[in-house]
């Protein structure tokens, strides 16, 4: 068999907007087909601005994030982006780029939040609501 690049998985594409409520907790899989399995890469971007992980803590962009996003990788094929307790500022468009040896693809998705936001602050390694 011939090698194919990185396709995300079409179950995945039914709609491009997900509206979540404020302080649930989001999900956003990436799962991709490709043979032969080795080398796979995933990527992911929040409004364009790359989440990486830097000395064992997260950025997007240049600013530090404080624990409520993280990344679950539980197979060699899907990784998935997590945010807990989803807040107004998480609105935004998200998007996962895989890439190996033989091509690139992506996927994307807008997060729209919904309900009450409370004002969020991170005080001594701690959130609080005020």
């Known amino acids: 068999m011939a090698p194919v690049p990185p396709v995300i998985n079409a179950v995945e594409k039914k709609s491009r907007v997900f509206a979540y409520q404020a302080y649930s907790q989001f999900r956003f899989h990436c799962r991709v087909i490709v043979y032969p399995l080795g080398n796979l890469r995933f990527d992911w971007r929040k409004d364009n601005l790359s989440i990486k992980m830097e ?12 624990g409520r996003i993280r990344f679950e990788n539980t197979t060699f094929s899907m990784d998935t982006l997590m945010i807990d307790l989803v807040e107004q500022a998480d609105r935004a468009l998200y998007s996962c780029h895989v890439s190996n040896e033989f091509g690139t693809t992506q996927d994307y998705l ?12 991170y005080i001594n390694g701690a959130y609080t609501m005020h």
């Open 110 to 121: 807008y997060l729209r939040v919904k309900g009450k936001y409370l004002r969020r602050c």
């Open 55 to 66: 000395q064992g803590k997260l950025y997007i962009g240049s600013k530090p994030l404080h």
